[in-house]
C-alpha cells in the first residue's frame, strides 16, 4: 500500500521569495514514481515535477526542483522566485512502476503575496 | 491536440438517481483512470480503463462503475446517488506504455446531490 502525506495544510510566500512545500511518503514497493501537481482555481491539475524512485538526482524543471530523500521518503518541492501565478493547491503523488493508480496527499494550499 | 474533455462540467442531482459521466482523451491516449476529489477524502483513485478493460480498481461501492469504448472514450456511471457522493470527478488520460505514464488530467466534472 501506498500513502502520501502533506503536513501543511497552507503556506504563503512573498513575490521572487523561495518557498518549500513538504511531503512524505510510505511505500514497499522498489519501483515507484512521486509527483508534484499543481491544481489552480480553475482545477485543471497540471503536472509540475516528477521524480523516479530509482534516480538519485533530484529532479529540476526550472523554477522548481525537489529534494528526493528515499531513505527518509521525504519529496519535498522548491519554488524559487515564486510568481503570483503560482498561487494554487499543490499536491504530492506517488504511483508504482507501471500503475496508473495515484495516490495523493490532502494537499497544500500556496498564496503568494505581491 | 486537444486536451481530455470531460461533460457536462456541472451536473445537480437528487438522492437516489443516477448519473453518467464522460471523458474524452487525448488523442492517442488508450487509458482513461478516473478519482473523485472531496475536501473531506480528498483525490482518491476510482478505477482505470485500458483498451476498454478495466485495469485497476480504487476502494469505492460497486454503485460506482465504468466502461470505456472501442475510441477511448470513457464513461463513469453512478447508480443510486447519496449525498456523500458530491465532488468533483477527474479523469485523467495517458498512453499506458510500461513504466511511467504522465497522466494527462482534464478540467473536471461538478456533481452536486440534493
Known amino acids: 500500500a501506498q500513502t502520501v502525506t502533506q503536513s501543511q495544510p497552507e503556506m504563503s510566500v512573498q513575490e521572487a521569495e523561495t518557498v518549500t512545500l513538504s511531503c512524505t511518503y510510505d511505500t514497499s514497493e522498489s519501483d515507484y514514481y512521486l509527483f508534484w501537481y499543481k491544481q489552480p482555481p480553475s482545477r485543471q491539475m497540471i503536472l509540475v515535477i516528477r521524480?523516479?524512485?530509482?534516480?538519485?538526482q533530484n529532479a529540476t524543471e526550472n523554477r522548481f526542483s525537489v529534494n528526493f530523500q528515499k531513505a527518509a521518503k521525504s519529496f519535498s518541492l522548491k519554488i524559487s522566485d515564486s510568481q503570483l501565478g503560482d498561487a494554487a493547491m499543490y499536491f504530492c503523488?506517488?504511483?508504482?512502476?507501471?500503475?496508473?493508480?495515484?495516490?495523493f496527499g490532502a494537499g497544500t494550499r500556496l498564496t503568494v503575496k505581491p | 491536440k486537444a486536451g481530455v474533455t470531460q461533460t457536462p462540467r456541472y451536473l445537480i442531482k437528487t438522492r437516489g438517481q443516477q448519473v453518467t459521466l464522460s471523458c474524452s482523451p487525448i488523442?492517442?491516449?488508450?487509458?482513461v483512470s478516473w478519482y473523485q476529489q472531496t475536501p473531506g477524502q480528498g483525490l482518491q483513485f476510482l478505477f482505470e480503463?485500458?483498451?476498454?478493460?478495466?485495469?485497476n480498481k480504487g476502494n469505492f461501492p460497486g454503485r460506482f462503475s465504468g466502461r470505456q469504448f472501442s475510441n477511448s472514450r470513457s464513461e463513469m456511471n453512478v447508480s443510486t446517488l447519496e449525498l456523500g457522493d458530491s465532488a468533483l470527478y477527474l479523469c485523467a488520460s495517458s498512453v499506458r506504455d510500461a513504466g511511467y505514464n504522465e497522466q494527462f488530467f482534464g478540467p473536471g466534472t461538478r456533481l452536486t446531490v440534493l
Open positions: 503523488a506517488s504511483s508504482m512502476y507501471n500503475n496508473n493508480d495515484m495516490r
Open positions: 480503463y485500458f483498451s476498454e478493460t478495466q485495469r
Open positions: 488523442s492517442g491516449h488508450r487509458s
Open positions: 521524480q523516479e524512485a530509482y534516480k538519485q
